[in-house]
């Protein structure tokens, strides 16, 4: 199975600026899956990007992939106290682009949004 | 996307018993899977939930302590067995949607065992 690091682990902003995370991962893959988590709650999912895809865009997230340097980063812009969640990424290298279950978490960015 | 609720949201149980959590799904789905997220931690992958077979578990978890049932496409549930203090997590269903590509979790179920 394949597992992403995020970075940093942890992130604090005022209201209004951008967020950035960033996701690392070792293998190829086929598809890599952002998720929010808000105070050890259930994970929701935000955005999906194809490994030949480069950005994607949903709201005020976006998302870049970097295959050649096997890394992902998901950008928050005008960032709200309700977006202050945990943050993780799943790659996934399962045939045909599925992930079959095998979606390995690392430990997320923690993102904290002061009003 | 697929709309997932677990019962029960929270409980607080008493070591040595068992609790069995119930994922429902409204909609078919091939594939159903059960998570643990200890205290701090990232998830893990227990197990994955076949309708009509046994479960697959991952390394580090057994039968015997998670056993699972997918009666049909829409529903299963996860038993955590003679608890101890050690399984006090958040336990999370997910499913396979959108052609296998993408997985969407259940609000999660937090147990706090004593």
């Known amino acids: 199975s394949q597992q992403g690091e995020e970075d940093p682990q942890a992130l604090s902003i005022q209201e209004g600026e951008n967020a950035t995370m960033n996701c690392s991962y070792k293998?190829?893959?086929?598809?890599l899956q952002w998720y929010r988590q808000n105070s050890g709650r259930g994970l929701v999912h935000l955005i999906l990007?194809?490994?030949?895809?480069r950005e994607k865009h949903s709201g005020r997230l976006r998302v870049t992939l970097d295959t050649s340097k096997k890394s992902s980063s998901l950008l928050i812009t005008a960032s709200r106290a309700a977006d202050t969640a945990s943050y993780f990424c799943a790659p996934a290298a399962g045939a045909g682009g599925t992930s079959y279950g095998k979606l390995t978490f690392g430990q997320g960015t923690i993102l904290t949004v002061h009003p | 996307s697929a709309v997932i609720s677990q019962k029960p949201s929270r409980d607080i149980c008493q070591r040595g018993t068992s609790l069995t959590i119930q994922c429902q799904v409204d909609?078919?789905?091939?594939?159903m899977f059960w998570y643990r997220q200890q205290p701090g931690q990232s998830l893990t992958l227990i197990a994955t939930a076949n309708q009509g077979s046994e479960a697959t578990y991952e390394s580090g978890f057994v039968i015997d302590k998670f056993p699972i049932s997918r009666p049909n496409l829409t529903f299963s549930t996860l038993t955590v067995s003679n608890m101890s203090p050690e399984d006090s997590s958040i336990y999370l269903c997910?499913?396979?949607?959108?052609?296998?590509?993408?997985?969407?979790f259940g609000p999660g179920t937090r147990l706090l065992v004593l």
């Open positions: 990007i194809r490994s030949n895809e």
């Open positions: 293998t190829s893959i086929n598809n």
């Open positions: 997910s499913v396979d949607q959108a052609g296998g590509e993408t997985q969407y």
């Open positions: 909609s078919q789905v091939t594939m």
